[in-house]
């Protein structure tokens, strides 16, 4: 069965700190894995998405995700955290047929303090 | 930009009644969805929805759970008698025709539902 995990509840940074936030992933194929943003009151926002090729994927916002098979994870990062990130974000991976229900994390709330 | 929107916000009922969570897809969306998050924990996977007919569903999705798409707009998600483990935010999302693997999930911004 797949799964994953957030291991990080709450996360809290400087602005135009570097951040990573963690995840790690049980699945029995080949993952598929995304990183999700909320804002408060909004709905889920893909950040980024992992299928196969460099494991090293670019997204949205200037965040970035390495794959990492050896170690089951698919952390988040970025360089500079801007006020703007603070959020929650969900890492999830993809199974069912074309991978397409998604399995999240229970999330990382990221708070930014000036 | 097109966007999924869910209605209402927020839903408040008694236990064991039934209760209709609406969204609006993304107009040229085939591939619909249901997730909750029940507070403090993970978002869940429901069930999917294609072609007027559900395609997958998880444990949760018991028989006091259905969905409907009824006109062409709108995509319906029933409980039929709410229960108190039913309190949680619902979210829906859409995804394009493509078949591709992973095609994005455009989720709307949730409704959440109390049960008292």
């Known amino acids: 069965a797949q799964s994953v995990t957030q291991p990080d509840i709450h996360i809290t940074v400087s602005e135009g700190a570097s951040l990573e936030l963690r995840c790690n992933y049980s699945y029995g194929a080949t993952p598929y894995l995304f990183w999700y943003v909320q804002s408060p009151g909004q709905g889920l926002q893909l950040l980024l998405k992992y299928f196969s090729g460099d494991t090293l994927v670019q997204g949205i916002k200037g965040f970035e995700a390495e794959f990492k098979r050896s170690q089951s994870s698919f952390n988040l990062r970025k360089p500079s955290v801007h006020w703007s990130d603070a959020a929650e974000y969900f890492c999830?991976?993809?199974?069912?047929?074309?991978?397409?229900?998604?399995?999240f994390g229970t999330g990382t709330r990221l708070t930014v303090i000036p | 930009e097109p966007e999924v929107t869910q209605t209402p916000s927020h839903q408040v009922t008694q236990m064991g009644q039934e209760v209709i969570l609406r969204c609006v897809p993304i107009?040229?969306?085939?591939?619909f969805y249901w997730y909750r998050q029940i507070l403090g924990q993970k978002v869940e996977f429901l069930v999917s929805f294609y072609n007027n007919e559900i395609s997958e569903k998880s444990e949760i999705f018991d028989d006091q759970f259905s969905v409907e798409r009824p006109d062409g707009s709108n995509f319906t998600l029933k409980i039929r008698s709410t229960k108190l483990e039913d309190s949680a935010m619902y979210f829906c999302?859409?995804?394009?025709?493509?078949?591709?693997?992973?095609?994005?999930?455009?989720f709307g911004p949730g409704t959440r539902l109390t049960v008292l």
């Open positions: 999830a991976v993809g199974a069912g047929t074309g991978a397409n229900n998604l399995f």
């Open positions: 999302a859409s995804r394009g025709a493509l078949a591709a693997v992973g095609n994005e999930q455009f």
């Open positions: 107009s040229n969306h085939l591939y």
